[in-house]
């Protein structure tokens, strides 16, 4: 294909990995019934295999095209900002039915589980303690990733690189803090609505939590091979949104689940 048009519009080339990366998810689902059924994990890793060497070389494309062809101008860079918008709109909703759930159970329970929330018999966590500390760490990082956006656009190479380092690891101290509680909960996904609904949106999250640390780990390596200027640089806009957004669910989690579940 041509790169000379009379539109500020880009015709995406014809690519590979959207058609290899159903082929992984396609596996990776095949793989998680083989899991459950015959407790063999070689389908489901065969599948995770395939979805990250090509998340990794479709992305590797979207920089190339961003960064070095040119071909995101500023009508493409808008259309990417809105496509990234409407992306954490379904993730808003995505959350909203776990708190739907939650509150469902928690405000009217049911005679099945005492009639109390908690439910008889669980203890859940006491939300001054690791919690607490998890509600610190995210509001302090998405502190530091703020500061990163403003060293960029101010363009002080040094200060977003040190800002970005510290927001990667504050990420990867949330996530070492969440797998502890989870190997020090009292219960477990299986212990009533009240442990299903915890798992499911405490994990969620956590998982949420590792997607954005990659993506902020992805954007402080193009930084340092300068593919970020001061006046493009939506790849890390992207991922500081994404990074706000988890931010903001934490703190619902916190107060919802963990405080006033309490």
């Not at 159903?22 to 063999?40: D, E, Q, R, S, Y």
């Not at 969620?204 to 993506?215: A, N, S, W, Y």
Request: proline residues 4%.
């Amino acid at each position: 294909m041509t790169s000379h048009h009379n539109h500020p519009y880009h015709l995406v080339d014809y690519s590979p990995w959207p058609l290899t990366s159903a082929i992984g998810v396609m596996t990776l689902v095949t793989g998680l019934v083989k899991w459950f059924h015959n407790f063999n994990m070689n389908l489901l890793i065969l599948g995770y295999i395939i979805i990250i060497l090509s998340s990794y070389q479709w992305w590797r494309d979207i920089c190339r095209e961003g960064t070095f062809q040119g071909k995101h101008t500023f009508l493409v860079s808008n259309g990417l900002r809105w496509g990234m918008i409407l992306f954490i709109v379904s993730e808003i909703f995505f959350f909203i039915s776990f708190f739907w759930a939650f509150f469902h159970s928690s405000l009217s329970p049911n005679i099945e589980i005492g009639a109390m929330w908690p439910p008889l018999n669980i203890t859940p966590f006491n939300p001054f303690q690791i919690p607490l500390l998890n509600t610190i760490i995210l509001i302090s990082s998405g502190i530091t990733v703020t500061w990163a956006h403003h060293s960029l656009m101010e363009n002080n190479f040094t200060q977003t690189s040190q800002s970005l380092l510290l927001t990667i690891m504050l990420g990867i101290y949330f996530s070492i803090l969440q797998g502890y509680e989870y190997l020090e909960a009292p219960f477990t996904i299986a212990d009533s609505i009240y442990g299903s609904t915890f798992f499911m949106a405490t994990g969620f999250h956590g998982l949420h939590v590792i997607i954005g640390t990659l993506f902020l780990m992805t954007c402080f390596i193009r930084h340092f091979n300068n593919h970020f200027s001061n006046n493009h640089h939506f790849g890390f806009e992207a991922a500081a949104w994404y990074w706000h957004f988890v931010d903001v669910v934490w703190l619902f989690l916190y107060i919802s689940i963990y405080w006033w579940g309490y």
